[in-house]
């Protein structure tokens, strides 16, 4: 924030354009239809007043749908192509805690200098043509219509879209002619608005497939792969299945992305990557007809250091004791994906727990997590471990499916959480930016976390094992301050804000310095979001 003259504090002209981008957002929930700036069929409008309709054309793109695992897809095909010398453009959503995060030009964030001039040039043309019957499109389709003038005045060799929600309908589904799809792994996401089975989900998914354009996907669920393959040969797609990548052909490399379902997505990304340099003239076969060896540029694109921020990343506190409170972060807001996550936390406690210790080094979030892990010279855990849990999750959810998917997930590896922290985002709808988080209000609706709060000590009820494990000694010296706490039960604590239980995590390991606080985040990719703008201050 820069002085005024009369020493008060004025906007940069950064903060400027996020409050202008800011009053696009309209609505608090996105099955709310009531804008008329979310139409589909003003997209075409707003591409003619922006006169984008030439340069999308010209854009050779690789469009990316599902329900799972499209952003990290996106991010291992980027990585590859750029590795293998081509200049490129990705758009992905949502941001952790920049708007920038969706603009990436050769594997980096748009500058902010850049980003300001193209914001500018569409918001204003946009507005001078804005008018009852062609409003102001609403927030996701202007930063998508950001991405096709960025793309297109930056030249890019090639644009990877991930679509920001179904497929049909969504803002990037203007494009008419990409050059190869995907469909990532589909499941039970966002069904108020894209239907309550997985047939009608993976119909909107398809909704990105055009006439005669090859298409590729993973191995699906019945009802879903029977209804991709129905709207494929409605349209003559191509239509192929793609296997996971097999660990062998890294050569001895690890994938750049944390988890064993990333050999999933790298899978997939090696079938868009070389289907899009077969049919833009760079490759004569594509790579799914060649199955024994990989191009050096594929090992280094997948195995490079990728940022992916809020996907499987161990972050430490940035406080006195980095080494005793970690981070855990995951944004999985799926019953599949809960169950993705709760593994991979679970593995990778364990690793820690047995044979590694958390390098006390400054916070780098574009780090993968097992660069932030070193051995400890022993061999030997420091520290006993404690498990948290920190989460939230949108209201259209149904914790009924999340929770007990991640408890039982964890608890089949043998992890038991000895608490449970619900807090509201400290993000909000109606503003973007770091510059505008709200104070903490102590009048803030709470019934969402207490509703979540009930659903947890039901489940630990229920869970005879794990409630005893749940009660350790450890706990009966730290839930003695609760003046933060609105709530706290024996298994699970209700906070009023993000800010009040990091603070309550930060007091405990002072309290305790015997104990090493595993935190998992997870159930919200906004919640993640707040988190890291929080532990990187």
Known sequence: MGEGGDGSSKPTPYEDALDALSSLITKRSRADTSNNGDCFELLSDYVKILELEEPISQLKIIHVAGTKGKGSTCTFTESILRHCGFRTGLFTS??????????????????????????????ERLKEKASDDIPMPSYFRFLALLAFKIFAAEEVDVAILEVGLGGKYDATNVVKAPVVCGVSSLGYDHMEILGNTLGAIAGEKAGIFKPG?????????????????????????????????DAN???????????????????????????????????????????????????KGLTATVS???????????????????????????????????R?????????????????????????????????????????????????????RDPQLLLPNLMKTCASHGVYFKKALFVPNTSVYNKVGSHSLPATDSQVDLSWQFALQRVWENLMLGDKGGNEKSTGAVFEELTDDKEMAVRSCENSAV???????????????????????????????????????????
């Open 495 to 537: 906070f009023p804000s993000l800010p009040s239980a990091i603070k309550w995590l930060r007091d405990s390991v002072q309290k305790s310095q015997s104990v090493r606080f595993q935190v998992l985040v997870t159930g919200s990719l906004h919640l993640i979001g707040d988190v890291l703008k929080l532990i990187k201050k």
């Open 213 to 245: 354009v090859p298409a590729f996907t993973v191995p699906q669920p019945d009802e879903a792969m029977c209804v991709l393959e129905e709207k494929a040969s409605e349209l003559n797609v191509p239509l192929q299945l793609v296997r996971p990548l």
């Open 344 to 396: 991979w936390f679970s593995l990778s406690i364990k690793d820690d727990s047995q044979e590694k210790i958390l390098s006390c080094q400054p916070l780098d979030t574009s780090r993968s997590s097992h660069d932030l892990v070193q051995r400890n010279p022993d061999g030997k855990s420091r520290k006993n471990s404690t498990q948290i849990l920190l989460f939230n999750c949108m209201s259209v």
């Open 308 to 342: 992916l921020q809020g996907r499987a990343q161990i972050v430490p506190d940035n406080n006195e004791s980095p080494e005793d409170l970690v981070f855990y972060l995951d944004g999985a807001h799926s019953p599949e994906s809960m169950e993705v996550c709760a």
């Open 94 to 123: 949502p941001h952790l805690i920049d708007v920038r995060e969706r603009f990436r030009l050769d594997g980096v964030d748009i500058s902010e200098e850049k980003f300001l001039a193209y914001f500018w040039w569409c918001f």
């Open 249 to 299: 052909l890294l050569n001895g490399f690890k994938l750049g992305l944390e988890g064993e379902h990333q050999y999933v997505n790298a899978g997939l990304a090696i079938a868009l990557s070389s289907t899009w340099l077969q049919r833009t003239g760079h490759l004569e076969v594509p790579y799914p007809e060649r199955t024994t060896s990989l191009p050096e540029q594929f090992i």
